[in-house]
Each structure stands twice: as C-alpha cells, then as structure tokens.
C-alpha cells in the first residue's frame, strides 16, 4: 500500500491550496484518512481527519479554514485549505489507519508534501 501526495506548493498569505492523497494497492477498505503536518523544529501534529462514514475533527488552529473530504471509490482524501497563513507552512503528511489489504496494516503515511505560505 503506497500514499501518494500531491498540491503542494508555495502560496501567498490568505491564498488556498488544495491536497490530494490517493493510496495504492489491492485495498479493501481503508477505516479513516487524514492529514498531520509537521513545521521546522516542531513535532508532527494532527491537522484533521476522517473517518470511511465522514466524521471528521480538526485541530483547533485550522477550524474554520481547512476542509477535509474523501472519496471512498478513489481510496483518495482530500484537504482544501484557505485562508492560509505563514504559520501554516509545514512539510503535510497523509495518513491512512485500518487498512485492509492483502493483509492489514494498522497505520500507513505518505512522504509528504511542502506548503510554503509566504509574501
């Protein structure tokens, strides 16, 4: 099972990206998806997530800005984000938990993708 990131980028202060992450593979189900950044010098923090029947929760510093969806047929989630701020900037990791593939795998993570939030 691979993770694979994509939209990342460099974005000018109030601007919006959009991430995209599809996992690969012979995947029967997969429980929830979500995104956890990780800043320079700060450790990796959740920033929201999914769950396959759409219950979602996100941290408190994105509430309001960022949106999380998924498409359970793509085994692929997404996260809008607007309103971006320079505290935003941060290396954003998928996150996949519940797999069910040829065999199970509690957790999986993809490499991870830059979002620059500067002037």
């Known amino acids: 099972v691979q993770l694979v990131e994509s939209g990342g980028g460099l974005v000018q202060p109030g601007g919006s990206l959009r991430l995209s992450c599809t996992a690969s593979g012979s995947i029967f189900n997969i429980n929830a998806m979500g995104w956890y950044r990780q800043a320079p010098g700060k450790q990796r923090e959740l920033v929201a997530r999914i769950t396959k029947g759409g219950i979602t929760n996100y941290s408190d510093s994105v509430k309001g800005r960022f949106t999380i969806s998924r498409d359970n047929a793509k085994n692929t989630v997404y996260l809008q984000m607007n309103t971006l701020g320079p505290e935003d900037t941060a290396v954003y990791y998928c996150?996949?938990?519940?797999?069910?593939?040829?065999?199970?795998?509690?957790?999986?993570w993809g490499q991870g993708t830059q979002v620059t939030v500067s002037s």
């Open positions: 996150n996949a938990q519940g797999i069910i593939a040829t065999t199970f795998l509690p957790e999986s």
